[in-house]
């Protein structure tokens, strides 16, 4: 690896802008001490103190710091040499993305120390540079992974907060944009993960807890079938009978008649 350059402790004003529409050459690794805003593929996106940012060679760099406040960082320049690249990349360590650490205190220290051993005149001080370097990918790629794990924690509690509201009121009128929502993901990514998480698709979960409230009403009232229909939310009783049958191997009339 070379090292371009390097800085600890910067801090900027509030006019603090930068703006490389062609990068600055080389790959950039920023350890945010104050929050900041990047703009990433046209959007304004924050990152909070305490947060990682790595651009790779070539892309643009588009960062500001917050209205009204300073900016404090520290960076370096670098560039990969043979397969250098791959090793960094092998520990799933994106670029381009915010990434919050717990703390920046250990990030800033091998910074700091890549500083000093950059402008020492020890023999083996690339070498040296380049294992702090290490050290930190290393740390970094440990934070990414606490950071997934505490995600589909989340967001494991948020898909069943939805999936137990679902079995409680199953005649609600129920959707796959809904439910999205309310976990904060995309369509795609809620079904994707919803089936992950449950082994069974929204749609399939929401017949399933329907035909369950169903099934428990021709159980324990008088209703007629119709009125169990539109009680586990269906407004068409062939289109309940339909799922019925496909569930449960018979139809509702018959499921009653056997207790």
Same mark, same amino acid.
């Given at each position: 690896?070379?090292?371009? &350059?390097?800085?600890?402790?910067?801090? @900027?004003?509030?006019?603090?802008?930068?703006?490389?529409?062609?990068?600055?050459?080389?790959?950039?690794?920023?350890?945010?001490?104050?929050?900041?805003?990047?703009?990433?593929?046209?959007?304004?996106?924050?990152?909070?103190?305490?947060?990682?940012?790595?651009?790779?060679?070539? $892309?643009?760099?588009?960062?500001?710091?917050?209205?009204?406040? !300073?900016?404090?960082?520290?960076?370096? @320049?670098? !560039?990969?040499?043979?397969?250098?690249?791959?090793?960094?990349?092998?520990?799933?360590?994106?670029?381009?993305?915010?990434?919050?650490?717990?703390?920046?205190?250990?990030?800033?220290?091998?910074?700091?120390?890549?500083?000093?051993? &950059?402008?020492? =005149? @020890?023999?083996?001080?690339?070498? !040296?540079?380049?294992?702090?370097?290490?050290?930190?990918?290393?740390?970094?790629?440990?934070?990414?992974?606490?950071?997934?794990?505490?995600?589909?924690? !989340?967001? +494991?509690?948020? $898909?069943?907060?939805?999936?137990?509201?679902? +079995?409680?009121?199953? +005649?609600?009128?129920? &959707?796959?944009?809904?439910?999205?929502?309310?976990?904060?993901?995309?369509?795609?990514?809620?079904?994707?993960?919803?089936?992950?998480?449950?082994?069974?698709?929204?749609?399939? =979960?929401?017949?399933?807890?329907?035909?369950?409230?169903?099934?428990?009403?021709?159980?324990?009232? &008088?209703?007629?079938?119709?009125?169990?229909?539109?009680?586990?939310?269906?407004?068409? +009783?062939? @289109?309940?009978?339909?799922?019925?049958? =496909?569930?449960?191997?018979?139809?509702?009339?018959?499921?009653?008649?056997?207790?």
């Amino acid at each position: 690896m070379i090292l371009n &350059n390097v800085g600890y402790n910067h801090c @900027h004003d509030a006019d603090f802008l930068i703006d490389r529409p062609n990068g600055s050459g080389d790959c950039l690794l920023l350890i945010l001490r104050t929050g900041a805003v990047f703009t990433l593929n046209g959007s304004d996106q924050y990152a909070p103190e305490r947060s990682v940012m790595i651009y790779p060679a070539g $892309m643009p760099q588009q960062y500001r710091c917050l209205p009204q406040q !300073t900016f404090a960082n520290d960076w370096m @320049h670098f !560039t990969f040499e043979a397969d250098e690249e791959q090793r960094f990349l092998s520990r799933n360590i994106p670029y381009a993305k915010i990434i919050p650490v717990d703390y920046t205190e250990f990030y800033s220290f091998c910074i700091k120390a890549i500083a000093d051993e &950059n402008s020492s =005149d @020890h023999p083996l001080r690339r070498d !040296t540079v380049y294992l702090y370097f290490q050290l930190m990918c290393n740390k970094l790629s440990d934070q990414i992974h606490a950071n997934e794990q505490t995600e589909r924690g !989340t967001r +494991y509690e948020m $898909m069943l907060t939805v999936r137990n509201q679902m +079995y409680a009121n199953p +005649y609600w009128e129920w &959707n796959v944009a809904w439910a999205a929502h309310q976990t904060r993901m995309s369509r795609s990514s809620f079904q994707h993960i919803y089936k992950e998480q449950f082994g069974v698709p929204f749609i399939q =979960d929401l017949i399933r807890s329907r035909i369950e409230y169903a099934k428990m009403l021709l159980r324990t009232t &008088n209703m007629s079938v119709q009125d169990v229909s539109q009680n586990a939310g269906y407004r068409n +009783y062939e @289109h309940f009978a339909r799922q019925f049958r =496909d569930q449960c191997g018979m139809t509702p009339g018959q499921f009653r008649q056997r207790g």
